[in-house]
């Protein structure tokens, strides 16, 4: 998570902060599923499936599944590694007849394109404490 945080950063993207908190990514376990992406037992990758209610302070009108923490380590990217975690969070949230909610900070327009190019629905951009989030949805 850092090595992309990092990486992001470089890019001008301030998606996340560094250094990552450890006890945080293990609180977000609880009652959730975190994925780690194996290559030759080298770990290039990494997000997290959990149940919600609400966005920050953006309320949905139904409990859904979030995906988030998508993070893949530079050398890997650009391989069709994220459409492919995209289309199964989206298969695992159909699975058990939710919707699947994401976002991504609204500044980040690559991501943004790239979440629309994979099906997902635009909702909106709202404010978090000092930034905007775009929020997007399968269902």
């Not at 997000?47 to 009108?61: A, G, K, P, R, W």
């Not at 650009?78 to 500044?107: E, H, P, Q």
């Amino acid at each position: 998570m850092n090595e992309v945080t990092l990486n992001l950063q470089e890019k001008g993207i301030d998606q996340w902060e560094y250094p990552w908190d450890n006890n945080k990514i293990i609180n977000q376990l609880k009652n959730n599923f975190l994925y780690v992406l194996l290559v030759e037992e080298e770990m290039i990758g990494t997000f997290c499936i959990y149940d919600i209610d609400h966005i920050n302070e953006f309320s949905l009108d139904e409990k859904g599944k979030y995906l988030s923490q998508i993070a893949i380590l530079p050398k890997f990217q650009g391989r069709n590694i994220g459409s492919a975690i995209t289309k199964f969070a989206c298969f695992f949230a159909k699975g058990l007849d939710k919707t699947l909610f994401l976002d991504c900070w609204a500044g980040n327009e690559k991501l943004k394109q790239f979440y629309s190019r994979n099906g997902l629905e635009y909702i909106g951009d709202f404010p978090e404490e000092n930034y905007f989030v775009s929020i997007f949805k399968y269902s």
